[in-house]
């Protein structure tokens, strides 16, 4: 039991947890050596809108300069000659 690996998380105290580590892994299971504990892999969170595609950022960028070219002919024809 003493050459069992410990988890290396810290307690609210500071000191070291002192629970065995999960095998294969170097947290305890309270500590998230737990199966199916974490983060998922990849970033799945930035798939939900579509916010942030590659297409959705084009699509704003394109809006934006129509806006722009827009706005600039109407201040042309607003112009007295």
Do not use: F, Q, W
């Not at 305890?28 to 809108?49: D, E, Q, T, V």
């Not at 806006?67 to 600039?72: F, L, P, Q, T």
């Amino acid at each position: 039991m003493n050459r069992i690996t410990r988890c290396g998380a810290r307690t609210r105290s500071g000191t070291p947890c002192r629970s065995p580590a999960v095998r294969g892994k170097r947290r305890c299971r309270m500590h998230g050596g737990a199966a199916g504990s974490g983060a998922p892999i990849g970033n799945k969170n930035a798939l939900r809108h579509g916010h942030y595609t590659a297409e959705a950022i084009a699509e704003r960028l394109a809006l934006a300069a129509l806006i722009r070219v827009s706005r600039a002919t109407l201040a042309d024809l607003g112009k007295p000659e």
